[in-house]
């Protein structure tokens, strides 16, 4: 392939996937240092890439703009009005709306991953192939596709600010809800880990319809409080950080050595924490990915592991 001087890339969404995407637009940049990268993201999600040096320009995509109808005939005068031509577009996505973005943007060459979904490997001049599951190493073989070899893996995240009025002195970082079904732990649950760290301060943090919790006094509740750019620096200043299978657990992965993943029916190895410090949960074990490869549907969570946990967060803060 020749040496690109436009580079697009097509990730629009969701904050996990973003975050798995940033090695592979990391390898491109070291590979094409003096090409024009621009990253295609949903509006909730551009802060992510504030300040990332292997971007050089963020073309939002309104996605709740394009929902219903009315919606449909946005959506349709966004790809007309798409700017274009690129020499290289590179769809992490993997979806129909990708690909047709993709389209419209006039790619010299168009690359995505051999397992999209919605027909939109029907579009691409070449597709990578992986070996390894983990959402990090497909991208990275996408990357490769599109002619970036070897190189480091980083994830370049901003550092952040904490919210109005937030206290910096010593905490843990709870993450216990998720959007997606069969994730979240209960409210007795989330209760019984902030009480079993009593004195220890807890932060809980996260998006959720909830009237508010009862906490200990040791416990905060953060929930529906943070801005991205917040949680990024609360993620990042914890001593550790306990948090469901979701977006923010692999943020936090990111930013913080100290990270417990708690997965009940997702695999591991395919979405766990890509980082090798980082640690994961499932039927009542606590081990690496590496050493977790189970992708049958795990149990849920009962208050004897709430021990494990306990057990945990203490000897990763020594105390």
């Known amino acids: 392939m020749s040496e690109p001087r436009r580079l697009l890339i097509i990730k629009p969404s969701s904050l996990g996937d973003i975050v798995h995407a940033l090695p592979a637009v990391g390898r491109l ?7 024009h990268l621009a990253w295609v993201i949903q509006p909730a999600f551009a802060p992510i890439l504030a300040g990332n040096p292997d971007v050089d320009e963020r073309i939002l995509f309104p996605r709740d703009d394009f929902r219903g109808l009315v919606g449909l005939r946005r959506f349709w005068r966004y790809l007309r009005e798409f700017p ?3 020499d290289r577009v590179i769809d992490f996505q993997g979806l129909l709306r990708s690909a047709l973005i993709g389209l419209a943007s006039q790619p010299g ?4 991953p051999t397992d999209a979904r919605e027909g939109a490997r029907l579009f691409y001049d070449h597709a990578g192939p992986f070996a390894d599951p983990h959402a990090v190493s497909r991208n990275l073989a996408v990357a490769a596709a599109a002619g970036a070899g070897k190189g480091e893996v980083r ?16 905490y843990v ?7 997606g079904a069969g994730k979240s732990l209960s409210e007795e649950m989330v209760m019984e880990f902030v009480q079993r ?17 009862r906490l200990p006094g040791n416990g905060e509740d953060w929930i529906n409080r943070t801005r991205l750019s917040e949680l990024v620096a609360l993620m990042r200043g914890a001593e550790a950080v306990v948090s469901v299978d979701s977006g923010p657990m692999h943020l936090a992965a990111a930013v913080n050595p100290n990270v417990l993943s708690l997965h009940t029916w997702t695999d591991p190895s395919r979405v766990g924490p890509w980082q090798a410090e980082a640690d994961v949960w499932k039927n009542g074990r ?13 149990r849920w969570p009962e208050t004897a592991d709430l021990d494990q946990w306990i057990t945990w967060v203490r000897e990763k803060t020594g105390h």
């Open 155 to 170: 994830f370049p995240l901003p550092a952040g600010h904490p919210p109005v009025g937030f206290d910096p002195s010593p």
């Open 173 to 179: 970082l709870l993450h216990p809800f998720s959007r």
């Open 197 to 213: 760290l009593e004195p220890r301060r807890v932060v809980i943090v996260g998006r959720r319809y909830h009237n508010g919790l």
């Open 84 to 86: 274009g031509p690129w």
């Open 286 to 298: 606590i081990a690496t990915r590496s050493m977790i490869d189970d992708p049958r549907p795990g």
């Open 109 to 112: 060459q168009f690359i995505g």
């Open 29 to 35: 940049r070291q590979h094409f240092p003096s090409a």
